[in-house]
RNA sequence: GCCGUGGUGGCGGAAUUGGUAGACGCGCUGGAUUUAGGAUCCAGUCUCCUCUGGAGGUGCAGGUUCGAUUCCUGUCCGCGGCACCA
């Protein structure tokens, strides 16, 4: 092992220079252009980093090296988000402070990630779980309480008795709890809701506006789920009160032949009749038990109970059985449906099942069947009022909706309605590691926010953190911190104990960057004005909807609260795909196959781990570690060192005296813009590769022009710093080449001046030739009939079409 | 189930305004060097066949085209998300 490349010394040293001199420190305000390029920050666990996390951040330290050789002035800043679950866990568990805890595994993910060269600016270095830092998490949390975005509800979640805890939906199994096994049920318990429904079409309009891969984009429209119909008014005689619907086919109302309320939904007790009672309790019981996901999708069987009383369709008067079932949602649409079995899928298995009457209304299909739900295909039939006013029969359905909409308008039976498939976002948790709500109440009942001069609202230590068996959290434990009393009047508070979820610190975390240590704002806003938006976010797929929806929602109540002067936060934003274990599962302790960095820096050095990492494959798709493939960077990197320093540690086989070869300028440029355009484009693994084939050329050569080897040098910086440092000091350098110009590729050596023809015969390869670039069309075609393969196939046939594609091949097609 | 995404040699992958499939790397085979092993260097390496040539080949089945990994239809399988893991 003895001529391996020392990355052992070669890594610190540069570290430790990159450290000294503040080489990445990003400075406020500049004549340069700004580049903001963010990293999704790393959730704290006890289990370090792992090394899918780098791989992201290998993609943004290149491409942040890479735009300050381009001239920008780069904000480039990593943090800590350490509230959450797993410190929680183990405080239960072991009784240490999740204070403490957090601490000690943030320094093991800062030794990590330092240990790899990443050049942030480590002054802008930030912590969700820091007082200093969840003051303004609280304050902006008041912000949106003040603005009536925050507000108290009753929503169910997992109680599980036995633990006397209210846990995730990670820590349920099969209904059971994962500690223990104990039966978990859905309990309504009071929460704090943030209403980003209210954002519904803005957060969808402006998705327009950003640079993201158009599957996120997708998946946030779908996330939000807007679709366009009408509230519809059914009278139900027994109680005297209308039930409003939502529909987005009123077209089919003539179709609905029962209705159905979601369990919960406020008035199933009204109308239920005595015979039913007991039955429909006993559903009630049973789907309060049921997650969404359980209750709707994963539903293949339907199921449900009458509730004996019916409703009036105000379209024809006729009386229709009301029932209710779990795969109507109450917190979806208004928690009823009219059913038309006829047009709806659902419906229709509903109906199969209970032997409802499934009515025709829209011709085309074989309801027999299956549901026909086409509204561009059929037309409408059986859909005209009773007095033969109103008639929609014969239109399309996608007519029929609009005029029906007017129809119900005009007779105040309904109005067009939007819908949203995104809900509330659940704010609470009955959690001790979080940032506390800055919130009290009064035995009234009273909700009373703090002021912002009481911020930060800190947490309080308890000497044990364990469950409060009620459902509350840990913090109620606290009896001191929970009991305020106003000094002025003497009335007594109680202090919210719920805590936020670790969503919030992540919402904003990006504007922290920009001024981390100002205590007496956020953030600055002339400093937001400099450097946002982000101009590039980088991170895993999984965040594609909820933690970028989020923050996005965070960022426009500050942007209409004037504190951001931008609509969207990351104007560009790419996926990283998982780094999978090299038996190509998801690496997990429990399968095994984790990879620690820790051990292949020690083993390979964390050039090398950068450079594996980006020539693994595409950024974005998920891919198998392999230790092979590492030690075959590894042997490309001590390749480049070995070729051009000596064993007695001199620069060897590089010279001052000679000129390049065409042959050398050609492959130089070819590289300089191959690497170029992969960088731009974010295709690392061809940009390695292209570094490896001007190496390989470089070896072929007696000696090789400095300037050549500088150009190759500072291409091959962003990838792998430490040793192009290395090299560049040793070229006899005495600045870091951090700042200095990225390589231009000039066209005039790309030119050759012979060019390889393929020639296909009925579209199949024959053969090959070579041919001057200037050559005509008829020059190569006569060229390529005259090859004597060529010929072998094409005599005695006719040729009925000649193609000729530039620069390309030749395609003769003959019969 | 729904939404999104992917499927190319023994392996990771390359090549798409439709134009020579398999760049680069790993692995493997042979050779050089070495007391030996390792390391290093050189050459070869999609599969098959009747081998100076030819046939097949990008999950599977079709289609469009002079020509399809690339476009279209259908289908199978893997992965990510599904609102209290983040």
């Given at each position: 092992m003895a001529d391996k490349y020392p990355h052992h010394q070669i890594e610190p040293k540069w570290q430790q220079y990159w450290d000294e001199n503040k080489t990445f420190k990003a400075a406020d305000f500049s004549e340069k252009p700004k580049y903001y390029i963010l990293d999704m920050f790393p959730f704290i666990s006890g289990a370090g980093l792992h090394v899918g996390h780098p791989e992201g951040y290998t993609a943004t330290d290149i491409l942040a090296r890479y735009m300050r050789m381009r001239g920008f002035n780069v904000l480039h800043p990593m943090g800590w988000d350490a509230f959450g679950l797993p410190a929680e866990q183990y405080a239960i568990e072991t009784g240490v402070h999740p204070s403490k805890k957090t601490t000690e595994n943030i320094a093991t993910f800062k030794r990590q990630i330092q240990s790899l060269g990443f050049s942030y600016d480590w002054d802008r270095e930030i912590n969700t779980t820091d007082e200093k830092y969840y003051k303004w998490t609280q304050w902006i949390f008041l912000k949106l309480f003040e603005k009536g975005l925050a507000y108290e509800a009753e929503v169910p979640v997992n109680w599980c008795p036995a633990l006397g805890t209210v846990l995730a939906n990670e820590e349920v199994i099969d209904g059971k709890s994962e500690r223990g096994g104990h039966p978990v049920v859905r309990k309504p318990m009071r929460q704090w809701m943030l209403k980003i429904?209210?954002?519904?079409?803005?957060?969808?309009?402006?998705?327009?506006?950003?640079?993201?891969?158009?599957?996120?984009?997708?998946?946030?429209?779908?996330?939000?789920?807007?679709?366009?119909?009408?509230?519809?008014?059914?009278?139900?005689?027994?109680?005297?009160?209308?039930?409003?619907?939502?529909?987005?086919?009123?077209?089919?109302?003539?179709?609905?032949?029962?209705?159905?309320?979601?369990?919960?939904?406020?008035?199933?007790?009204?109308?239920?009749?005595?015979?039913?009672?007991?039955?429909?309790?006993?559903?009630?019981?049973?789907?309060?038990?049921k997650s969404d996901l359980d209750r709707t999708d994963l539903a293949k069987e339907k199921t449900g109970v009458f509730t004996g009383h019916y409703a009036t369709n105000p379209v024809n008067g006729e009386q229709i059985p009301i029932w209710i079932s779990d795969y109507v949602l109450m917190s979806y649409g208004t928690g009823a449906i009219m059913a038309v079995p006829a047009h709806d899928e659902r419906d229709y298995a509903f109906a199969k099942k209970f032997k409802l009457p499934i009515m025709e209304v829209v011709s085309g299909g074989d309801i027999s069947t299956e549901a026909f739900t086409e509204i561009e295909e059929g037309v409408m039939v059986n859909s005209t009022t009773p007095d033969g006013t109103f008639s929609?029969?014969?239109?399309?359905?996608?007519?029929?909706?609009?005029?029906?909409?007017?129809?119900?308008?005009?007779?105040?039976?309904?109005?067009?309605?939007?819908?949203?498939?995104?809900?509330?976002?659940?704010?609470?948790?009955?959690?001790?590691?979080?940032?506390?709500?800055?919130?009290?109440?009064?035995?009234?009942?009273?909700?009373?926010?703090?002021?912002?001069?009481?911020?930060?609202?800190?947490?309080?230590?308890?000497?044990?953190?364990?469950?409060?068996?009620?459902?509350?959290?840990?913090?109620?434990?606290?009896?001191?911190?929970?009991?305020?009393?106003?000094?002025?009047?003497?009335?007594?508070?109680?202090?919210?104990?719920?805590?936020?979820?670790?969503?919030?610190?992540?919402?904003?975390?990006?504007?922290?960057?920009?001024?981390?240590?100002?205590?007496?704002?956020?953030?600055?806003?002339?400093?937001?004005?400099?450097?946002?938006?982000?101009?590039?976010?980088?991170?895993?797929?999984?965040?594609?909807?909820?933690?970028?929806?989020?923050?996005?929602?965070?960022?426009?109540?500050?942007?209409?609260?004037?504190?951001?002067?931008?609509?969207?936060?990351?104007?560009?934003?790419?996926?990283?795909?998982?780094?999978?274990?090299?038996?190509?599962?998801?690496?997990?302790?429990?399968?095994?196959?984790?990879?620690?960095?820790?051990?292949?820096?020690?083993?390979?050095?964390?050039?090398?781990?950068?450079?594996?990492?980006?020539?693994?494959?595409?950024?974005?798709?998920?891919?198998?570690?392999?230790t092979k493939g590492i030690e075959g960077i590894f042997r490309f990197l001590n390749r480049v060192w070995r070729h051009f320093v000596s064993e007695g540690d001199q620069l060897q086989h590089i010279s001052n005296k000679i000129a390049p070869d065409q042959g050398t300028l050609r492959q130089l440029h070819a590289t300089i813009k191959k690497v170029t355009e992969d960088l731009e484009s974010k295709s690392f693994n061809t940009a390695i590769s292209q570094l490896m084939i001007l190496n390989n050329h470089f070896r072929t050569l007696e000696a090789v022009p400095r300037e050549s080897f500088e150009i190759f040098v500072l291409l091959l910086s962003p990838f792998a710093p430490h040793l192009a440092e290395e090299l560049w000091e040793r070229l006899g350098h005495s600045t870091t080449l951090a700042y200095e110009a990225w390589p231009e590729y000039d066209q005039q050596y790309l030119f050759e001046n012979m060019i390889r023809f393929a020639v296909q015969v009925n579209g199949k390869l024959r053969d090959t030739f070579d041919i001057s670039t200037d050559a005509t069309k008829d020059e190569i075609l006569q060229k390529a009939k005259s090859l004597e393969k060529i010929i072998k196939y094409i005599e005695g046939k006719t040729v009925v079409k000649e193609i000729v594609v530039p620069k390309k091949l030749v395609n003769l097609v003959v019969k």
């Open positions: 429904t209210a954002y519904a079409d803005r957060l969808l309009a402006d998705l327009d506006e950003v640079e993201w891969p158009d599957s996120i984009k997708e998946m946030q429209r779908n996330w939000i789920g807007r679709s366009e119909g009408a509230n519809v008014h059914f009278n139900i005689p027994v109680i005297e009160k209308n039930i409003t619907v939502f529909t987005t086919r009123p077209d089919t109302l003539w179709g609905a032949t029962y209705m159905v309320l979601a369990p919960e939904h406020p008035l199933v007790n009204s109308i239920t009749t005595t015979e039913q009672k007991e039955a429909v309790q006993a559903y009630q019981n049973q789907a309060g038990l929609i029969n014969g239109l399309k359905p996608s007519q029929a909706i609009g005029k029906t909409i007017e129809w119900l308008e005009a007779e105040r039976k309904g109005e067009y309605a939007v819908q949203y498939r995104l809900r509330d976002w659940l704010f609470s948790r009955q959690r001790y590691w979080g940032e506390p709500i800055p919130i009290l109440h009064d035995e009234d009942g009273g909700v009373f926010p703090l002021s912002d001069s009481d911020l930060p609202l800190t947490l309080p230590v308890l000497e044990k953190i364990k469950p409060t068996g009620t459902g509350e959290s840990p913090l109620a434990n606290a009896k001191e911190w929970v009991r305020v009393v106003d000094p002025d009047t003497g009335k007594v508070y109680r202090r919210e104990t719920n805590t936020m979820p670790q969503w919030a610190g992540s919402c904003w975390y990006y504007l922290r960057y920009l001024d981390p240590d100002n205590d007496k704002a956020g953030w600055d806003p002339e400093k937001e004005k400099y450097w946002m938006p982000v101009d590039l976010y980088v991170g895993g797929a999984e965040h594609a909807v909820l933690h970028l929806l989020y923050a996005r929602f965070w960022h426009k109540v500050l942007y209409d609260l004037g504190y951001v002067s931008t609509k969207e936060p990351f104007q560009r934003l790419i996926n990283q795909g998982l780094i999978l274990g090299e038996d190509g599962d998801k690496m997990s302790k429990s399968r095994g196959n984790v990879i620690n960095p820790d051990d292949v820096v020690r083993e390979y050095g964390a050039d090398t781990l950068r450079l594996y990492e980006m020539f693994m494959g595409p950024l974005e798709r998920a891919k198998p570690w392999s």
